[in-house]
């Protein structure tokens, strides 16, 4: 049974740094595209970054280039969202969703096979 398990959301002040994880187990990988996704209330979840489990390529959407990281551990089965300088309008629910690699395209919800269960990101002004 595949699981994606996100942690490390909360609260922090604007400018400040939160590191979010998503432990993925009950399936291989290795040909995943894994990506992290954001939900606001009354709004459409919106990509965020995406890696590919295989060759580490990596894509962002331009709201978070320069603030936000995403990277792999394959020794842990997890990856990791590094995202610093947070604004308020980084506030939502972040989702880690995973998809075989050939089949998915970044942004589009549909081509992701897995998702979690969320983690809430708060950031206060």
């Known amino acids: 049974q595949v699981q994606l398990v996100e942690s490390g959301g909360g609260l922090v002040q604007t400018g400040g740094s939160l590191r979010l994880s998503c432990a993925a187990s009950g399936h291989t990988f290795s040909n995943y595209v894994m990506s992290w996704f954001r939900q606001v209330p009354g709004k459409e979840r919106e990509f965020v970054t995406g890696i590919s489990w295989s060759s580490g390529s990596t894509y962002y959407v331009d709201s978070v280039k320069g603030r936000f990281t995403i990277s792999r551990d394959n020794a842990k089965n997890t990856v990791n969202l590094q995202m610093n300088s947070l604004k308020p309008e980084d506030t939502a629910v972040y989702y880690c969703?995973?998809?075989?690699?050939?089949?998915?395209?970044?942004?589009?919800?549909?081509?992701?096979?897995?998702w979690g269960q969320g983690t809430q990101v708060t950031v206060s002004s």
């Open positions: 969703a995973a998809g075989v690699g050939p089949s998915v395209r970044w942004g589009r919800i549909s081509t992701y096979d897995f």
